[in-house]
């Protein structure tokens, strides 16, 4: 009985060690990663520009004023048109009415006139265009002006540059990083498009007052460049 038991307890053993371990499964380590934020640029000329003027007047009534105004602005826009822009490309705005007041101590103020303001800005897709109109515009009878500025109608013209542009900067930048701490650079993982920053555009300040009709002349403008700016994000795997 006891021999019996011996060889059972022998053919037990040599089953089991012939049945292959099992283990649990070991969790994978997660992936070392670097994260750089890159920048590009693409310069454009600029194929849009657009201005501001004003026409002010002050007569010692509201409806005088008015008047007067609305001749003049009417004047301009006329002008305008003939010389080659188009009613899509004229707008007007910031129309206002403001008492002319005397003070004088002890005294309530006195209105002794208005003052009546209307504002008419051109947009048009031909940079050359600019000074000739503007020069139109002041001999019509404008005699304020706030803006001149040059835009890139299509900032998606420079975005395929701006991009890789950004991207290349962001690869070097990991790259440089990546080196300093003794290892190299693997795949990018996660690409994020920060998107365009606009750049302050080129413009020219005017006078608030325009000289006498006598002594306007072409007025000379030049549009420069637009540098827009493009960023990207971007994790790279380290090995």
Known sequence: MKRFLIVAI?????????????????????????????????????????????????????EDAVNQNNSRTASVIVALKKAGATSEEIRTSNFSIFPQQ??????????????????????????????????????AGVNESSSLSFEVSDVARGRDQGLRSAFDDAHAKAALLAQAAGRSLGRALIITEGGQV???????????????????????????TNDLTYTVSVIFALQ
Not at 15 to 38: C, D, K, M, Y
Not at 108 to 113: D, E, F, K, Q, S
């Open 198 to 224: 606009p750049a302050p555009r080129p413009m020219q300040a005017m006078r608030a007052t325009m000289m006498a009709k006598a002594e306007v002349a072409d007025v000379p403008v030049e549009s420069g």
């Open 102 to 139: 005397v003070y004088e101590q002890g005294q309530p103020p006195r209105v002794t006139g208005y003052q009546v303001g209307n504002s008419i800005t051109v947009t048009k897709k031909d940079v050359a265009a600019a000074g000739r109109l503007l020069q139109v515009a002041i001999s």
């Open 10 to 62: 022998g053919l037990l053993a040599a089953n089991l060690s012939a049945q292959p371990a099992t283990h649990p499964p070991r969790e994978s380590g997660f992936e070392e990663t670097i994260s750089v934020t890159g920048t590009g640029h693409a310069t454009l000329t600029p194929d849009r520009f657009s201005f501001t003027t004003g026409v002010r007047t002050t007569a010692p009534t509201v």
